[in-house]
């Protein structure tokens, strides 16, 4: 079984300033994760994914993150909001890279303030 | 340029009609297609699975009877949601799955059931 979790429903920065979002996982086989972006009443884009080899991952618009196994955890991060990333963040979880089948955490909404 | 399109993009419907949402993969074959559905301001939710022409596989909770999916070529999926109450109003979202690594999910139709 597989679950995600990501901790803060809402994140605020200042445009400038460090983001961090938080995602831990739970996964009885070796997970992929990854990361996507949803701005209003649009799709999902795909920021980043983990499937194996190095640990941290850099994704589009200056993202990253990194897998540590030991916390269980795949936190997304930024060193310089812009305004433009205000949106909603998801982690998902996968057995396989390959596949739709994500479980997906709740969400974080990021505000980024002028 | 978008590579996994759905129609409609918003609908309005009266409670008690039936109502279906196309999927449709633009530049490649999607052997398996995912359908999410995403209720307002909360994660997105697997409904079920579907490989073309066969069956699709619907997840625990998920009325089959309720959310019609046919997956009739490797470029279209449908999902209808019949008899469709005000509870089914929500954002669906459609995954379709290539040979190769694809991480596309459709742009999502708003449902909203009067």
């Known amino acids: 079984a597989q679950s995600v979790t990501q901790l803060g429903s809402h994140v605020s920065v200042s445009e400038g300033a460090l983001v961090l979002l938080r995602c831990n996982y739970s996964s009885s086989v070796p997970p992929y994760l990854f990361w996507y972006v949803q701005y209003p009443n649009q799709g999902l884009q795909l920021l980043l994914k983990?499937?194996?080899?190095?640990?941290l991952v850099k994704g589009i618009n200056g993202f990253e993150a990194e897998f540590k196994k030991s916390e269980t955890s795949f936190h997304l991060t930024k060193p310089s909001a812009h305004m433009s990333d205000a949106a909603e963040y998801f982690c998902?979880?996968?057995?396989?890279?390959?596949?739709?089948?994500?479980?997906f955490g709740q969400g974080t909404t990021l505000q980024v303030k002028p | 340029g978008a590579v996994v399109s759905q129609h409609p993009s918003w609908v309005i419907c009266k409670s008690g009609t039936s109502v279906k949402i196309e999927c449709r993969s633009l530049?490649?074959?999607?052997?398996?297609m995912f359908w999410y559905r995403q209720f307002p301001k909360q994660s997105l939710m697997l409904m079920a699975t579907?490989?073309?022409?066969?069956?699709?596989?619907?997840e625990q909770g998920v009325e089959k009877d309720k959310f019609l999916i046919n997956h009739a070529s490797l470029t279209l999926s449908t999902l209808t949601v019949t008899s469709a109450h005000p509870e089914d109003s929500s954002f669906y979202i459609c995954?379709?799955?290539?040979?190769?690594?694809?991480?596309?999910f459709g742009p999502g139709t708003r449902l909203t059931v009067l």
């Open positions: 983990y499937t194996t080899g190095a640990t």
């Open positions: 530049d490649f074959q999607a052997t398996t």
């Open positions: 579907s490989n073309e022409g066969s069956k699709a596989t619907y």
């Open positions: 995954k379709p799955l290539a040979d190769t690594d694809t991480q596309y």
């Open positions: 998902a979880v996968s057995g396989s890279s390959n596949t739709g089948k994500l479980i």
